[in-house]
């Protein structure tokens, strides 16, 4: 099963870029990468996803390396409000199964 | 558009209770999903849906039941309630197989 690999933790200066690392090794070919947070208790909210091309939206950036085994979420400006449970997702084949893991939480410090 | 919307957002049963979990979307989202989340960990899928009167089992189904007889509800029934099903349930839906899946607020349910 191509699960995913997250630190449990990271801290992070306000206003400067989070990198969050995930590792995917057993991806395969045709599955997507997925990025999801989680701020307290609250429903995870999709931050962005991909294939083989890195990504950007108006929340991250998606870097996907070239034999895609990992990715980087990158938050550019860290804020208090980016605190939160972040999830590296890889979508297998089989539908019925999308790991959550455990992910990593980043604490965004002033 | 409300988006995902859950009843009851708090709920305490007796074991051996049962109840059944609201869930309705507003987005005319094909996919539906339920998840289950225990204190410290991530998600798990216990079942989902790829449209109305399709439902398949997650990683976790055993103890819940489902049905999705329209589009927008995805009712998940607990029967026989267990304390190892005190969790947070949080229902899901989107588009598409790849789309971004937009969650509810969850429930918080305690079996004692």
């Known amino acids: 099963d191509a699960k995913t690999t997250q630190p449990p933790s990271m801290d992070c200066a306000e206003g400067r870029a989070a990198n969050l690392p995930c590792n995917h090794s057993?991806?395969?070919?045709?599955?997507?990468v997925y990025w999801y947070r989680q701020i307290h208790s609250q429903g995870p909210q999709y931050i962005i996803h991909?294939?083989?091309n890195n990504e950007t939206n108006e929340m991250a950036s998606l870097i996907i390396t070239e034999d895609r085994k990992s990715s980087t979420l990158i938050l550019p400006h860290a804020t208090l409000r980016d605190t939160a449970v972040y999830y590296c997702?890889?979508?297998?084949?089989?539908?019925?199964?999308?790991?959550f893991g455990s992910g990593t939480k980043l604490n965004v410090k002033p | 558009n409300a988006g995902v919307t859950q009843t009851p957002k708090f709920r305490i049963l007796k074991i051996g209770q049962s109840m059944t979990l609201q869930c309705t979307q507003d987005?005319?989202?094909?996919?539906m999903y339920w998840y289950r989340q225990d204190p410290g960990m991530g998600l798990k899928l216990i079942y989902y849906?790829?449209?109305?009167?399709?439902?398949d089992k997650g990683e976790v189904p055993n103890g819940y039941n489902v049905s999705r007889s329209t589009t927008e509800d995805f009712p998940l029934r607990l029967e026989l309630a267990a304390p190892s099903q005190t969790s947070v349930y949080f229902c899901?839906?989107?588009?598409?197989?790849?789309?971004?899946?937009?969650f509810g607020p969850g429930t918080r349910l305690t079996v004692t």
């Open positions: 899901a839906s989107s588009y598409g197989r790849e789309s971004e899946q937009y």
């Open positions: 057993t991806i395969s070919g045709n599955e997507y």
């Open positions: 991909g294939l083989k």
């Open positions: 997702i890889v979508r297998l084949y089989n539908f019925n199964k999308f790991y």
């Open positions: 987005m005319n989202h094909n996919y």
């Open positions: 849906s790829v449209g109305a009167g399709i439902t």
